[in-house]
């Protein structure tokens, strides 16, 4: 990996974001408006204090996921992936770019979404913590989205797998039923799932708690790193 080239393809993809404004509109205010209307919703009442820390990890991941593949496919039909690939460019320089534009988005994105939940949605928790864990999970949404590209042969297909990556995560990772209270098998399967951990981070955040923090972060952070290593293996000059 070169960092001249790294920081070329970062460039080059968020220069082609800030011209697509539906798509950075849907990056930086969909997470913070679901999580408003959610609030809405409950009424600010104790159950959005129990569900709203587990939505700060949700959003960022799910709406990076499915921006990420469907943008990395469309490279890959385009030809653009081909043409890079051809140059000195490194597979680990490309996703690694991808990973570290959407990463700065998501500073954007989650600083956007703690703000208003902490200030104007009564969420507590140290607001600098909980926007590191916020991006965290965009970029674990990110990863997963560059992995699960290289599967896909049109939009549609990336689209497909949200059901197959994103649902299960959701059904199992604290959401609905507390991680500890799911039936035996359910819960073995929460314990090999990225966003368990990062809903166990933002949940110990608001609760006033920091110990624990860590320990789930590295999980996430080990997914990445294993994501973008699978995604540099698995990825394809362009769609046959």
Do not use: K, N
């Not at 956007?112 to 864990?133: K, P, W």
């Not at 035996?184 to 929460?190: E, Q, R, W």
């Amino acid at each position: 990996m070169t960092s001249r080239i790294l920081l070329a393809v970062t460039a080059r993809v968020l220069t082609q974001l800030r011209r697509d404004h539906r798509t950075v509109a849907m990056l930086l205010v969909l997470p913070t408006a679901l999580t408003a209307l959610l609030w809405w919703v409950f009424d600010g009442g104790p159950a959005f204090d129990r569900v709203g820390p587990a939505l700060l990890a949700i959003f960022p991941f799910t709406v990076m996921f499915l921006v990420t593949s469907v943008t990395t496919l469309r490279e890959r039909t385009s030809g653009t992936l081909e043409r890079l690939l051809s140059m000195p460019t490194g597979r680990l320089d490309l996703l690694g770019g991808y990973a570290l534009a959407f990463a700065l988005v998501a500073v954007v994105q989650s600083g956007l979404a703690v703000l208003v939940s902490v200030t104007l949605l009564d969420l507590g928790g140290d607001a600098a913590r909980l926007v590191l864990v916020a991006v965290l999970d965009g970029v674990l949404g990110c990863a997963l989205g560059l992995l699960v590209s290289a599967f896909a042969t049109t939009e549609f297909q990336a689209v497909q797998f949200m059901p197959l990556v994103v649902i299960p995560q959701l059904l199992v990772c604290g959401l609905f039923v507390p991680r500890d209270a799911l039936p035996p098998v359910l819960g073995a399967l929460s314990d090999v799932l990225p966003l368990s951990y990062a809903v166990d981070a933002m949940s110990t955040l608001t609760a006033g708690g920091t110990g624990s923090v860590w320990p789930d972060l590295a999980v996430v952070l080990g997914f990445v790193a294993l994501s973008l290593a699978l995604g540099a293996v698995t990825l394809r000059r362009r769609t046959s």
